[in-house]
């Protein structure tokens, strides 16, 4: 039983940008704070957007603020990572998942079942 499925990585240029899709097969949007996190080789995974179950508010990291937007539509039950001028740093497989209520960028240690990701990699 999939819970997650990412989908939109890909090959880019330095500067290039993706849009990244996040669809769920279970309700698992409903009233929940949803995040986009990655996880770069050999680094561990971190927390780089969120946005509250209504989308009307969001945070971000501060290596990616500016530069990404977290969107999401309740109908189709799928969250979107934008992603502009992307630079080689953010090379890394991409995940969504529930977030911490209080939009804090920490991963929350409740959270155990992630999707397969997908991959981004920015060439330079």
């Known amino acids: 039983q999939v819970e997650l499925v990412e989908s939109g990585g890909g090959l880019v240029q330095a500067g290039g940008s993706l849009r990244l899709s996040c669809a769920a097969y279970r309700s698992i949007f409903n009233f929940n704070v949803m995040g986009w996190y990655r996880q770069a080789p050999g680094k561990e995974r971190e927390l780089v957007a969120v946005i509250t179950s209504g989308g009307t508010n969001t945070n971000y990291a501060d290596s990616v603020k500016g530069r990404f937007t977290i969107s999401r539509d309740n109908a189709k039950n799928t969250v979107y990572l934008e992603m502009n001028s992307l630079k080689p740093e953010d090379t890394a497989v991409y995940y969504c998942?529930?977030?911490?209520?209080?939009?804090?960028?920490?991963?929350?240690?409740?959270?155990?079942?992630w999707g397969q990701g997908t991959q981004v990699t920015v060439s330079s």
């Open positions: 998942n529930k977030a911490d209520p209080l939009l804090r960028l920490s991963i929350p240690t409740w959270i155990s079942t």
